[in-house]
């Protein structure tokens, strides 16, 4: 098998909130419906940067403009990165492949993310509809990866931001609730505990929670959830599937529901939040 690297973009999208169309529609409607829109997830190759970018936004504008599916509006959530990639034989994979599939996971729903080093190779033209979102810690990379948000749409969002230099910052407010307690994220701090222990910033009586359970970090605009215990944390982002942290991080988005050392659908307690 012959190696060889080239400089390629590469685009992941997905279906946001496919899980939750499944559990209304059933399987088989549920499947045609997101069918017609991507597919369940799909990677596309590109020689360019330009290429890719422009193609993001075309899908964006595709999706958006699709009619609701039994009340449900489908969107997608898209990542793209300009890099080195391993070929062979039409496959593709390595740090490049990984850095667009981590971006896509990222992304919010009708978001494009980037890449730093995506948006230096971009036109000027393009690289003024871009956001930056700060060096968020990516999955997978030691070093925090620059991220940019491209703007795509006519909202009165996207007339807001293209244009702005690239160095604009973007706050993210984290709300946690815990039995009858809830709390915004402190903006004096930058973890905070979860356990059974008392001298948790966030106590959760839950039997199979270690006493110094997990943590979360407020890294820029970023919000991690990292598990340092021996049962393990479950994570459920909505709309999509609950996911098991050994020892792992995974980065909060939107709303959702964290369990500590039992799955979210059997906790007696569990922790709520909200990252908007």
């Given at each position: 098998?012959?190696?060889?690297?080239?400089?390629?973009?590469?685009?992941?999208?997905?279906v946001?909130?496919?899980?939750?169309l499944?559990e209304?529609?059933?399987?088989?409607?549920?499947?045609k419906?997101i069918?017609?829109?991507?597919?369940d997830?799909?990677?596309?190759v590109?020689?360019?940067p330009?290429?890719?970018?422009n193609?993001?936004r075309?899908?964006q504008?595709?999706?958006?403009?699709?009619?609701?599916?039994?009340?449900?509006?489908?969107?997608?959530?898209?990542g793209?990165?300009?890099?080195?990639v391993?070929?062979?034989?039409g496959?593709?994979?390595?740090?490049?492949?990984?850095?667009?599939?981590?971006l896509?996971?990222?992304a919010?729903?009708g978001?494009?993310?980037?890449?730093?080093?995506?948006?230096?190779?971009?036109?000027?033209?393009q690289?003024?509809?871009l956001?930056?979102?700060?060096?968020i810690?990516?999955?997978?990379?030691?070093?925090?990866?620059?991220?940019?948000?491209?703007?795509?749409g006519?909202t009165?969002?996207?007339?807001?931001?293209?244009?702005?230099?690239?160095?604009?910052k973007?706050?993210?407010?984290?709300?946690?609730?815990?039995?009858?307690?809830?709390?915004?994220f402190?903006?004096e701090?930058?973890?905070?505990?979860?356990?059974?222990d008392?001298?948790c910033?966030i106590v959760?009586n839950?039997?199979?929670?270690?006493?110094?359970h997990?943590?979360?970090?407020?890294?820029?605009?970023?919000?991690?959830?990292?598990?340092?215990?021996?049962?393990?944390t479950?994570?459920?982002?909505?709309?999509?599937?609950?996911?098991?942290?050994?020892r792992?991080?995974?980065?909060?988005?939107?709303r959702?529901?964290?369990?500590?050392?039992?799955?979210?659908?059997?906790?007696?307690?569990?922790?709520?939040?909200?990252?908007?």
């Amino acid at each position: 098998m012959t190696l060889v690297s080239k400089e390629r973009a590469i685009l992941f999208a997905d279906v946001s909130g496919s899980t939750a169309l499944y559990e209304l529609l059933g399987d088989k409607p549920a499947a045609k419906a997101i069918e017609a829109c991507i597919g369940d997830e799909i990677m596309v190759v590109f020689g360019n940067p330009e290429a890719a970018c422009n193609a993001s936004r075309e899908m964006q504008q595709r999706v958006i403009a699709l009619p609701p599916t039994a009340g449900v509006k489908l969107a997608i959530r898209i990542g793209f990165h300009f890099g080195l990639v391993l070929e062979d034989k039409g496959d593709f994979w390595g740090d490049g492949v990984n850095t667009a599939a981590r971006l896509a996971e990222l992304a919010k729903a009708g978001q494009i993310l980037t890449s730093g080093a995506t948006a230096n190779a971009l036109p000027a033209a393009q690289r003024t509809n871009l956001r930056d979102l700060d060096a968020i810690q990516v999955k997978g990379k030691h070093e925090a990866v620059r991220v940019f948000e491209l703007m795509w749409g006519d909202t009165e969002d996207a007339t807001q931001f293209a244009g702005l230099a690239s160095s604009a910052k973007v706050e993210t407010r984290l709300v946690l609730e815990a039995g009858e307690r809830t709390m915004d994220f402190p903006r004096e701090k930058t973890v905070l505990s979860l356990g059974r222990d008392s001298t948790c910033d966030i106590v959760v009586n839950e039997k199979t929670a270690s006493r110094l359970h997990a943590r979360i970090e407020r890294r820029g605009v970023q919000y991690v959830l990292i598990d340092e215990s021996t049962n393990g944390t479950y994570v459920q982002i909505e709309g999509d599937r609950e996911v098991l942290l050994r020892r792992d991080r995974v980065m909060l988005r939107g709303r959702g529901k964290i369990a500590l050392g039992t799955s979210t659908a059997t906790a007696v307690e569990l922790v709520l939040f909200d990252c908007s």
